[in-house]
DNA sequence: AATGAATGAGTTTTCATTCAT
DNA sequence: TATGAATGAAAACTCATTCAT
């Protein structure tokens, strides 16, 4: 529902009648409208902060792993397009990201790492900062996550290796020494 | 009022208090409180548009454009950072962005035709489509647009300018030959 | 504006912009839209007041009277076709007659005296009520002229002529000993 | 409610009370206000629809079918009173009709049969219209009514009594050869 | 006489949420 | 678990009316 009409056109009775179910039994399992977003947030973000600890932890070259990043991350439409829709549309920037902005400052602040880290390898350039580059990955990424969820940009299969090799390869380009 | 509370925590007599008037003038400068956020759009993508297209037909190496890109569209956050908030949360990716695609997509397809254009010039990697690195491209910017927004980014005058050059530095060395 | 949308569907300004003024001087010439309506009914109801008079105090054979009667009443139709529209939709028997009851009452008083007088001269039955029979022959016509204005029944030139023979014929023969 | 201040100046909050609910849950039952005084139309006008259809099918002399007709229509004052003033006031003349007009016809042309099967039978005079002699008893009825609503008529059950015979003897006679 | 910006009371309608069953 | 009638706060919008100019 949240996908298809967005949060605030998506009536409680909406996503009731989508689930088959009366609306006053949603509130058996969430306090309220706002929690079942909240819930589709967690759920689906939870994967990409386990998986960016993951790659993090696992080290490697920067290049392999910025393209596991942006695999999970890319690759996540293919999988879950309408949660990847809710993140985007509802969540990544509306006015409420206010609790949520730790959950997704988690992701960055890995990614700031790991191009640190490849930084104090000598596989990044000396005049970069990490933060701010991770937000340059970081919005690379949910730019063409964006231009797939409204319909600017093919997001078939192969589209989406394009827009992996893409990122990666102006990233690690133009982080490079 | 829609940087502070966001659109739809916004109520009408909140706008018109905040101008001063009672609620009922508002409509007869507006059609709707939609219209008063459409207004917002025009005006402030209008110059955004308008800058791209200059940047494009004035040509150059791509390097240059990219810079005076970047500048204009980070700059704007000092000149009118309210704006930047409504576009960044409101606008840019909100279930009604419908009918605003348009225009939006006239920036990407300028950003897009100046990218294809450095290619042609060898000033970018053969393998590298242009259109997808415009993406990229905007999305690095918009991305540390809704840093700065969101409070996540400090945005001072000197951080505006080290972010231009960051996303110019990468996205420059990233699609190079 | 009130024959073609109804009193509530129109708005002042509407009234102002068919009058080719600007709504505010609407409010120089009368106190209120509601008294705009009010001068409408003075105007046209006024005439009816007076010819009825008239054609009470002339006398003559009832058939006669009720014939001018019903002439200048379906009439009217033809001359003013609008004023009778709001007449018959927006006065005759809005909730807010209340105030206008006495004037049109006046009517009916006088059409009830001239049965009256017509029964004392033997040219109605005994058992007829004048009253109940004023109420019959103005219901009658009233019933017509809604017909035309809501478009039900044909309204040219002859099927006035018409209508005023058969109601005049029915009341006649009707009341008739 | 709509009997007591007519539909405009009924509030929804009004009908909610008089109902003794909360005014939301009135939208549980009707999409509209509108759509209130819709159902009572349909309601008060059904009845009158079939027994029209009844008193024409079952046939009998004219004389017989007005008294029946003027029955139904005149007591249901007694019965109703209430639906009645809506009908009057709110319904029959108001500048919605439009859309209800064709039910109401439906009696119209009822009655108009009736006149017409009577003229064939020779109970009518050769130049009389039918469907003209239908809207004068329909008037006739009507205003009666009317006389009632506004308090003009006095409305006890031997006054109603009165009035149906004296409707129908005018008709009758009015009507016959 | 004329304008139209400004006012703000008033009204319908929506919809998340509750709760008796 | 499950229902859906019931609630009522909230909000957008309308429009008659005023009044400075």
Redesign the interface.
Known sequence: MFAR?????SRVGDIAEEAGVAHGLLYHYFRSKEEVLETIFRETWGVLVVETQRIEESGGPLREQLRRFACIYLGSWLITPEAICVL???I??????GGR?DEI?AV?RGLARMIAAAKSRGEV?A???P???A??V???????L??W??G??PGEEDDVE??VS??V????????P
């Not at 009409?5 to 056109?9: E, I, L, M, R």
């Not at 990544?92 to 990201?97: I, Q, W």
């Open positions: 009409k967005g949060f605030h056109a985007v549309r509802e990544a920037r509306s006015p409420d990201v902005v400052g960055f350039r005049d970069c900062d933060v701010l580059a937000w340059v970081y919005g690379s990424l949910e730019e063409i964006t231009g969820v409204l600017q940009l394009r827009a893409t990122v390869d102006v990233a690690h380009a133009g982080l490079a």
